[in-house]
């Protein structure tokens, strides 16, 4: 029963983990067409000496210190001389392939979780019948 | 007392083994996309319960030997599977972990099943019927 419970530990730290990533994915898309925005990273770590070890731990938010884009309109109240402004280095296609993905990974472990409870609850039949 | 019968030891160390490996599932499913993690199993039923294959964790020949906590045998027998490493170090295939969820969880269906049926006919003996 223990490794059980331990399972059902691990795959919500997965969730979460996921969950969190997604926030940050949200966020990126949401600040797309934000002057000088930066886009926010997070990266996971296996956490071995915590309470279940393996659990997923999300790691320090980081920004992407690529290049922003350089947008060309003179009207805009933030262009310099050469009539452009730095907008954000956020790619909308790299943020929707990041959001599948963790939608993927955070269905996997929602079907881990929920195939552990279905192996408990059939062990708590063994004792009903 | 029914410890002692065989079929239901078998099958209690069978439902045992499907849960541990499940644990390690879902430890590789939770950091799939971990840098670095390497994916573990462990070794099948079958070859864990053969005397001649390596056995999970530490045997103890003599009654006086001291056994090993739980999380250090499921840690022990854990093998590396010696995957492919994608870009980022991480070793972990999701669709080889749900085929192995989906082997693990008919094993835990069939231990139990044993376990009923073995207690069934236990009870059948003692001539209280089903």
């Not at chain 1, 997070?42 to 992407?64: C, N, Q, W």
């Not at chain 1, 280095?89 to 929920?114: G, P, W």
């Amino acid at each position: 029963m223990n490794s059980i419970l331990q399972t059902l530990g691990l795959s919500a730290s997965g969730m979460s983990a996921q969950a969190e990533r997604l926030r940050h994915v949200s966020e990126n898309m949401a600040n797309s067409d934000t002057p000088g925005y930066r886009r926010k990273t997070v990266s996971f770590d296996a956490d071995m000496r915590g309470e279940v070890p393996g659990a997923v731990e999300v790691g320090k938010v980081r920004l992407d210190t690529s290049a922003l884009t350089e947008i060309y309109d003179p009207g805009h109240p933030l262009a310099d001389d050469s009539g452009s402004y730095d907008g954000s280095n956020v790619d909308l296609l790299i943020e929707i392939a990041d959001a599948r993905e963790a939608q993927r990974s955070y269905e996997a472990n929602l079907k881990i979780f929920d195939q552990a409870r279905q192996m408990s609850q059939g062990l708590i039949d063994l004792l009903r019948r | 007392m029914f410890n002692n019968i065989e079929m239901m030891q078998t099958a209690q160390a069978m439902a045992r083994h499907a849960s541990d490996r499940q644990s390690l599932i879902a430890r590789n499913v939770a950091n799939a996309d971990t840098p670095g993690y390497r994916a573990r199993d462990l070794p099948s039923f079958a070859d864990s319960i053969n005397s001649s294959a390596p056995a999970v964790g530490l045997r103890a020949t003599r009654a006086g030997h001291i056994g090993t906590p739980d999380t250090a045998v499921e840690l022990a027998g854990a093998i590396d599977n010696g995957a492919e490493p994608s870009p980022n170090g991480n070793t972990v295939s999701v669709e080889t972990e749900m085929v192995k969820a989906a082997e693990l969880r008919q094993q835990h269906d069939m231990a139990m099943a044993i376990y009923a049926k073995a207690r069934d006919i236990l009870r059948t003996s003692l001539g209280r019927g089903q």
